[in-house]
């Protein structure tokens, strides 16, 4: 396992205890072009509230995004929030250098 695998599992499992992980099939985004998704999750937008918000993160430990590559992911994130109808967030995590 590389350091960007373990970085992201690594944020998956702080994100997954605290939040609701969402699960999104990266053969059906690559089948219509989106960015694929290291990790989502659901947060409630306050503790009182049903609301919640989609929050989809890319995990990072080399390089930053292309540009290429944050156009595709924010096309995953419009397309998901359409189709979800519910707002989506996109943040991108960094892993400290050794």
Same mark, same amino acid.
């Given at each position: ?12 499992? %702080?994100?997954?205890? $605290?939040?609701?992980?969402? @699960? @999104?099939?990266? *053969?059906?985004? =690559? ?6 998704v290291?990790?989502? @999750?659901?947060? $409630?937008?306050?503790?009182? =509230? ?9 995990? *990072?430990?080399? &390089? &930053?995004?292309? *540009?290429?590559? @944050?156009? =595709?992911? $924010?096309?995953t994130?419009? &397309?998901?929030? =359409?189709?979800?109808? %519910? ?5 991108? *995590? ?5």
């Open positions: 396992m590389n350091k960007g695998e373990k970085f992201e599992m690594f944020i998956s499992q %702080i994100m997954h205890k $605290k939040f609701l992980p969402v @699960i @999104i099939s990266s *053969k059906m985004l =690559r089948s219509m072009d989106l960015g694929q290291d990790v989502a @999750i659901l947060k $409630k937008i306050l503790p009182s =509230r049903s609301q919640s918000v989609l929050i989809l993160i890319e995990c *990072k430990c080399t &390089y &930053y995004p292309t *540009k290429k590559q @944050i156009l =595709r992911l $924010k096309r994130q419009d &397309y998901l929030s =359409r189709v979800l109808g %519910i707002e989506t967030k996109f943040e991108v *995590k960094f892993c400290q250098k050794d």
